[in-house]
């Protein structure tokens, strides 16, 4: 069935949907092609044991875009909102941040520190928000628009004072070890806090990037996350909701819909062929899909032109974090963690060396002997996702490399005991209250959503592979060497995390592109 | 001929190449330079006697150093249909064709002839060391890429008697051989492939064989071109004969774009005057979008080559329009059989676009005393020297 749209989203992801939803929303004619039979992409709960549910992708809300959400008419309920992070400790000697303010045995420097700190670059978080919201400006060839966006930046940074100008630009490029060494003793809260600023990339704190990524999480603050929340019913609920707001502007979504080819012809696209051969066409074909998967699966790099092929290729996308699920007939007790904070974020690590010593491993391709553990148990707080009385648990699992050596096939139950051997060293009993339990690599990430090395933010988010240069140059600005074929993706400006900006900003810009 | 292992114990940063040996005895002047990692002779003995060889008898040019690759594999028609700017599923077997290649931004990476030896399989010479782009552009087709700079071993041999050379030295079959063909003949314990092509502007061949048989194929062929006039020559007396004939040289008359470093120093095939070179009825190949997006908005450059009035040759002169700078010239000679002082000149758009009143600055000395003239340029229809043995089949056997 050949049928004519103005345009296709490729992926019910909740970029795609907020792009499908304001190009609908603007009167086009859009149809969603979603390859899995539930929409949201990464944002996903899933029943991985009979009556215990989970969110498989994304485990937080912390970037929700407030002007996105009410420009969709979306509103999420909550199971919780401002989730405490309390590293813990085998002794039970644990600290406990929660907003601007941290607890626990250390120094009252490093309690001042710490809310100056997150104030401090709280005000950097809203320069790079007021970038983040629009497309990435092209510097050389910008039109006025460009040079509006630009100067916007240009002048917010100026408004900072002169003192924080300074440190902004001193920092921006440098490294969150060096950063956090600066302000504070305390080695457990420095690796916590680095934790802001490595998530989901192949970065530890020594790495340069860090202290961007520490910002771009921090701009979650503005939109009420300095915290992380829980939504209710876990983060498919997002995905369903964003697919809701879709529909209701009069988006067509097909889920089990998914696309085999980008038809190209003459470095024009013209629709998409589907796995069961159907052909769709439309005027504008976009790509939720993250960059490679577009262009070396989707597109074929044979139908580009080589130096652009080249950029794909060389765009940084290998994932490295692991997450573990599991399902719990009771509550684990881990040692100084009180009933309030039991649904907390709970943290394994060491110091900032334990961290950077869990990333040398990756660096090799090998999986962390010592992983850190970002740890947390929702059905605290949301009974819907776990039978009466009984329990899920999510683990963020860092490091534990796309590409591993060794092979995952061969080695993942290996490292899976050592991350509920890591568990149980802080929670006596764990193991004897684990029902069902599975890890889910990067490469099983990438089988389950689709996404290319299994990455959570379809591509590193480092300075270059930022703004104008995300995902490359050349696809900048939401469009593409390929007319016609746009990009919605996280892999686009400016980058991952469940905040709906890149489909907002790409919607935008393919809505002044003449044609669609 | 050359022995791998005992050029790599040398550790030399310029290596022999398979007729080093056979030509040094030839080397009066011992003017060698470094070619691409490889010794090249500018001159053997004087230029002017090498350039009479390849107009009047055979020059003798060793082309082992210039960077051969060997493409392999069932998409290598179509993995080179997108590197190249021309339709090469015109290029049939035993055919060879002058190609150029643009990177993304339809900037020309280099230029180069192309062979295509069997169904599968194609050689790319090209002047740049290639493997790296080549490498780059295979992912997504089914080929295998070998470079086999070293492992061939090749001569041009040039000039108006070179069919009669060739003959003598009993190589059968060549009468027929088209301008742009290939044949193979057996030699010795395995066999010469001939090309008839060359970067002369002449008659002329190229003769590529195993390195194993590269100083009996020097042998013979110098025995017998010796009642025929035939030399080996050096790159001045190529390059004097290249100008006349109308060839551009990569690296001369153009960068090769990986190779520029300032923004604006590359140039497109439209502005080199070589839109013959580029297919856009394919529907991809690399630059071709830059390319259709300059066709509709005018080049930059323009490139032409220039008839200059006088005999000083016109080297690295400014050319001026009324008066007004509008290019620079970027190969000049004063060339003896076509009688021409030919210029090869870059002129600005949109200057360049009247070339009725262009001139020449050009400085010249005798003895110190410098003297310039302006000098009234000519754009030239075809090349300077365009002569009808070049394309005679059967050649004459003088």
């Known amino acids: 069935m050949t049928k004519q749209y103005d345009a296709i989203i490729i992926g019910a992801g909740h970029n795609g949907l907020t792009c499908a939803a304001y190009l609908a929303k603007a009167g086009k004619k859009v149809v969603v092609l979603e390859a899995r039979d539930t929409v949201g992409g990464m944002a996903s709960t899933s029943e991985f044991a009979p009556g215990f549910k989970v969110s498989n992708g994304a485990q937080y809300a912390t970037m929700l875009n407030t002007q996105v959400m009410r420009d969709l008419g979306i509103s999420l309920e909550y199971a919780a909102k401002d989730l405490p992070t309390v590293v813990i400790n ?17 120094s009252d420097s490093d309690k001042a520190q710490f809310s100056e700190f997150k104030a401090h670059t709280r005000k950097f978080a809203k320069v790079l928000s007021g970038a983040l919201k629009v497309r990435p400006p092209k510097v050389v060839e910008g039109d006025w628009h460009d040079k509006i966006n630009l100067m916007k930046l240009g002048l917010k940074m100026r408004l900072l004072g002169t003192d924080d100008m300074r440190d902004l630009m001193r920092i921006a490029t440098i490294n969150l070890y060096d950063v956090l060494n600066e302000r504070f003793d305390n080695g457990q809260l420095k690796a916590a806090m680095s934790l802001d600023g490595i998530y989901g990339n192949h970065l530890a704190p020594r790495s340069p990037n860090t202290v961007l990524n520490y910002l771009y999480r921090r701009t979650g603050d503005l939109h009420g996350f300095n915290d992380p929340a829980l939504v209710k019913g876990g983060m498919g609920k997002v995905g369903e909701a964003f697919a809701e707001a879709a529909k209701k502007a009069g988006v067509e979504i097909r889920t089990g819909a998914k696309v085999a080819s980008i038809n190209v012809h003459a470095e024009v696209a013209s629709g998409v062929t589907l796995e069961n051969g159907d052909v769709i066409e439309a005027k504008a074909i976009v790509s939720g899909a993250d960059p490679k998967t577009t262009f070396q699966k989707l597109v074929g790099a044979r139908n580009i032109e080589a130096g652009f092929v080249r950029r794909i290729r060389n765009f940084r996308a290998k994932g490295n974090v692991a997450k573990l699920q599991v399902a719990l007939k009771d509550l684990p007790k881990f040692a100084g963690v009180d009933a309030k904070d039991a649904g907390g974020r709970l943290v394994i690590t060491g110091d900032m060396d334990y961290v950077e010593r869990a990333f040398n491993h990756a660096k090799y391709g090998e999986y962390s002997e010592k992983p850190v553990l970002d740890i947390n148990i929702p059905s605290v707080h949301d009974d819907s996702l776990a039978p009466a009385g009984k329990h899920v648990m999510t683990v963020l699992v860092q490091y534990a490399p796309y590409e591993l050596r060794a092979g995952w096939d061969e080695n993942k139950e290996t490292f899976k005991s050592i991350v509920m051997d890591l568990i149980e060293t802080h929670a006596p009993g764990f193991k004897d209250l684990v029902e069902h339990s599975e890890l889910l690599t990067p490469a099983d990430l990438e089988a389950e959503f689709g996404v290319h090395g299994g990455h ?4 590193e988010l480092t300075l270059n592979q930022f703004l104008m240069t995300r995902p490359v140059p050349t696809a900048t600005q939401y469009s593409t060497p390929v007319d016609n074929l746009y990009l919605a993706s996280a892999g686009t400006h400016p980058g991952g995390g469940v905040s709906g900006l890149c489909g907002h900003n790409a919607a935008k810009q393919i809505l002044r592109t003449k044609g669609v | ?5 005992t050029v790599r114990e040398q550790d030399l940063i310029v290596e022999p190449t398979h007729f080093t040996e056979r030509l040094k005895p030839y080397a009066k002047t011992n003017d060698w330079f470094n070619w691409k990692g490889y010794m090249a002779c500018n001159t053997f003995e004087c230029e002017g006697k090498e350039y009479a060889a390849i107009r009047s008898g055979t020059g003798v040019f060793d082309i082992c150093p210039m960077s051969k690759y060997d493409i392999t594999g069932p998409d290598a028609m179509e993995y080179l249909n997108r590197i190249m700017t021309r339709d090469i599923a015109k290029l049939n077997v035993d055919r060879v064709t002058y190609v150029i290649w643009c990177d993304d931004n339809g900037y020309i990476q280099d230029d180069g002839t192309l062979f295509r030896l069997s169904e599968n399989h194609y050689r790319l010479c090209s002047y740049e060391h290639a493997m790296d782009w080549l490498m780059n552009c295979a992912e997504g087709f089914d080929v295998e890429i070998k470079d086999t700079t070293r492992d061939i071993a090749a001569l041009a041999v040039q000039g108006p008697t070179s069919f009669g050379v060739l003959e003598a030295m009993g190589l059968e079959g060549l009468e027929n051989l088209k301008p742009f063909g290939i044949m193979r003949v057996p030699f010795k314990s395995g066999e010469i492939m001939i090309s008839r092509t060359g970067f002369t502007g002449d008659l002329g061949y190229e003769l590529w064989t195993t390195p194993d048989l590269a100083g009996d194929m020097f042998d013979e062929l110098f025995e017998a071109g ?13 390059d004097l004969a290249r100008i006349e004939a109308g060839f551009v040289q990569a690296g001369v008359d153009f960068l090769t774009s990986e190779h520029v470093i300032r923004t604006g120093r590359q140039r497109t095939p439209l502005e080199l005057d070589m839109e013959w070179l580029v297919d856009f009825n394919k529907p991809l190949f690399n630059g071709r979008k830059a390319l259709l997006k300059q066709k509709e908005e005018g080049p930059r450059y323009r490139f032409v ?12 002169s400014f050319i001026f329009n009324k008066g007004k700078q509008v290019g620079t010239v970027t190969s000049a000679a004063w060339c003896p059989t076509a009688k021409t002082n030919v210029a090869f000149a870059m002129l600005e758009w949109p200057y360049g676009r009247d070339t009725d009143n262009l001139e020449a600055e050009i400085y010249f000395q005798r003895e110190l005393g410098w003297t310039k003239v302006m000098a009234k340029c000519k754009p030239m229809k075809g090349p300077a020297f365009d002569p009808a043995r070049k394309r005679a089949t059967p050649p004459s056997r003088i």
Not at chain 1, 90 to 106: A, C, E, F, I, K
Not at chain 2, 305 to 316: F, M, R, S
């Open chain 2, 305 to 316: 080559k220039l008839d200059v009035e006088g005999n000083k040759p016109a080297h690295n």
């Open chain 1, 90 to 106: 085998p002794d039970g000697n644990n600290l406990r941040m929660s907003g601007d303010t941290v607890s626990g045995n250390l």
């Open chain 2, 226 to 238: 010796r009642l025929r006039a035939l030399k080996p020559m050096g790159a001045i007396a190529l």
């Open chain 1, 456 to 459: 959570w933010h379809h591509g």
């Open chain 2, 1 to 5: 001929m050359l022995d791998l292992n």
